[in-house]
């Protein structure tokens, strides 16, 4: 398999392509493009293509190209290479009188075939097909074409055509429209126009003069008429308190009085009635009487619109009120949630206290007053999704509660594995925090009261954040999110290390530590961008930190801007030049070759990007693979 070259080879002038055998292959197995070489196994020749055809640069008996074309006599141009021109050339030739021997250069009919005739010949043909008259008569064609040429002016109402194929001139008049009172036709030369009576009309013509005579000598009006003007004095008057319709389909007229009330005031606007409602008064005329509305009881008196009443006193005599209403508003108008001070709803005792329900604004919360003394708010049972109380809470009865939380953790896991024997002391002490940087003992004692630990105390120190013992601690777990430093001895079991076991250090491993710096650590681990730089010697490498070493990426050869610029800027942030490149098909995954370039897309010297430029677009897409020697070994170079 061949590697692919996917850009130009530039052997500069010093280079050699020696030991260089052309492809072996026919013309019609080679791909044809402009500009290849081959060796035609068929032809036993070489051959190039030209951009059309397959053109041979020699062959097997030594036979060469045209190296030059030079111009003869009567000639120009010619060239060494390329395509040569040649010229006829009349500066070369000179003016003189043709004899009967000289000869013209000639053309077959079909310009196929070049021949000489001479002068004698010349003029015998001429003789023999040329006519010669001095006749000053026009022709008949000529006349013609005259006189078409005259009546090429302006008409109007007539259209004139020569045609010079027949020597013929047409003349065609426009139709003239004729339109009534209802549709029209066209009037062409020649034809008649009929001009019709109508109903009581006749039509007569005599000479050059049309009379038109009505013969209907009724001078009364249809009934139809009559109705249509009667019927306009209605439609077209002003009407007061009456509708008056005329009716043309069956000719009648429609009136329709008004509906009025049996009232001597027969004016019912809605000025007069708001005069009216102003002015009501009893019928007795005197002054601060009772105004009754409806004749019974059972009457309802329905109010569109909004009811406002501005006296100080409103009484409600009825046993029931419905309000449509979601809420309620009292003392409305006031600014202020002070003015609004013992504003409440009462309930009237009789002989005994009234009951009120008041807004306490001093407090921000509602009062219940029996008579004058405020009372709690008592009820027999409150039923209720949620309460919310933020004060304390007094039971005098038993408390029963499906599920009872401290501070959001269910009370069973606070007091679980809790026993309290002694009234005296608190199985949980709580130590408020102060402002002084002290700590606070924890002192532990027997059921005789008497000390456990004389020498010491367990303490917590707030300032730091730190619980001292005085001896050990022993617990059958410890987990510890933070670091442990441990100044004396760590000693334990078995240790794991993020979930793994960790093997016993042999001593044959020590030799494995031999070369490492002083200073290197167990856990110190290089990052990416120490592992790109290559220069740290104190820190380990992962095998995630080495991977960041290298870049990859793939070149997709559809994308519109790489086919129409053939090459593509890849990004790679490894911060040197120091870098390896290798190409590779993603289809066939063979190794393929272009021009690699340390720079941006527009020529600058990069150390995070690379340009990769193609000759042609590749058949695939081209996978990218970069790998930084940043740090390398720097090796010697001789020059012998």
């Known amino acids: ?86 010229n006829i050339d009349i500066s070369e030739f000179s003016a003189v009188t043709p004899a009967s021997g000289d000869s013209f250069l000639t053309l077959d009919s079909d310009g196929s075939t070049e021949q000489l005739t001479t002068v004698s010949a010349l003029q015998t043909y001429m003789q023999n097909n040329l006519t010669f008259t001095t006749d000053t008569n026009l022709t ?47 009037i062409t030369p020649g034809d008649t126009l009929t001009i019709a009576g109508g109903t009581n009309v006749t039509t007569a013509m005599s000479g050059d003069t049309l009379t038109i005579t009505a013969t209907d000598t009724n001078t009364q009006l249809s009934t139809e008429q009559v109705q249509d003007i009667v019927g306009a004095m209605f439609t077209g008057n002003t009407e007061t308190r009456i509708t008056a319709t005329y009716q043309d389909g069956d000719g009648t007229i429609d009136l329709v009085v008004n509906d009025m009330t049996a009232n001597d005031n027969d004016d019912v606007s809605n000025a007069n009635l708001l005069t009216a409602l102003a002015n009501l008064e009893s019928s007795g005329g005197a002054s601060n009487e009772n105004i009754t509305i409806g004749t019974d009881s059972g009457d309802t008196i329905v109010i569109t619109g909004n009811l406002q009443v501005s006296g100080t006193t409103t009484t409600v005599n009825s046993t029931t009120v419905n309000l449509n209403d979601h809420n309620i508003v009292l003392d409305s108008g006031n600014s202020t949630s002070a003015v609004i001070d013992g504003a409440g709803i009462t309930l009237e005792g009789g002989s005994g206290d009234d009951a009120t329900f008041t807004y306490n604004a001093s407090t921000n919360a509602f009062d219940f007053k029996l008579g004058s003394s405020f009372e709690d708010i008592k009820a027999a049972k409150f039923t209720g999704t949620e309460l919310d109380i933020s004060g304390n809470v007094d039971v005098d009865g038993t408390l029963e509660a499906d599920a009872i939380t401290v501070n959001g953790t269910a009370l069973n896991s606070v007091i679980a594995g809790v026993t309290v024997s002694n009234a005296t002391l608190a199985a949980t002490v709580t130590v408020t925090d102060s402002t002084a940087n002290t700590a606070f003992p924890l002192v532990f004692h027997n059921e005789s009261n008497a000390l456990l630990d004389d020498t010491g105390t367990l303490t917590y120190n707030p300032s730091s954040g730190k619980l001292v013992a005085p001896g050990e601690i022993e617990a059958a777990s410890l987990d510890i999110s933070g670091n442990v430093d441990v100044d004396g001895t760590l000693e334990t079991d078995a240790l794991t290390i993020n979930g793994t076991a960790s093997v016993a ?20 681990a290089a990052s990416a961008a120490e592992v790109q730089t290559g220069t740290n010697t104190t820190k380990f490498v992962t095998p995630d930190t080495l991977a960041a070493k290298s870049v990859h990426a793939t070149i997709d050869v559809s994308d519109s801007n790489f086919t129409s610029n053939l090459y593509a800027e890849i990004t790679h942030s490894l911060g040197t030049e120091d870098i390896v490149v290798q190409l590779f098909d993603s289809s066939s ?38 790998t930084s020697i940043k740090g390398s070994t720097a090796g010697s170079v001789a020059y012998n």
């Open 1 to 86: 398999m061949a590697i692919p070259i996917l850009n130009h080879l530039d052997l500069r002038s010093v280079s050699e392509l020696r030991n260089a055998i052309l492809h072996k292959t026919t013309d019609s197995s080679a791909s044809n493009v402009e500009g290849k070489i081959i060796y035609d196994t068929g032809a036993n020749k070489i051959k190039f293509y030209d951009g059309s055809q397959w053109q041979t640069l020699g062959t097997s008996d030594a036979t060469g190209d045209i190296e030059g074309v030079v111009a003869g006599t009567g000639l120009s141009g010619g060239a060494t290479s390329g395509t040569a021109t040649l």
């Open 140 to 186: 008949e064609e000529e006349v013609e074409d005259f006189v078409g040429g005259m009546l090429g002016g302006t008409e109007t109402g007539i259209t004139v055509t020569y045609q010079d194929s027949t020597g013929d001139i047409d003349f065609v008049v426009a139709d003239t429209t004729v339109a009534g009172d209802s549709g029209s036709t066209g």
């Open 505 to 524: 250090f042999e001593s044959g491993d020590h030799s494995k530590l031999d070369g490492i710096a002083s200073g290197a650590t167990a856990n110190s």
């Open 589 to 626: 995954k063979q190794q393929v070759y272009a021009d690699i370039a340390r720079t941006d897309k527009a020529g600058s010297a990069s150390t995070s990007k690379i340009k990769v430029s193609f000759s042609a677009a590749p058949s695939n897409d081209i996978e990218v693979l970069i």
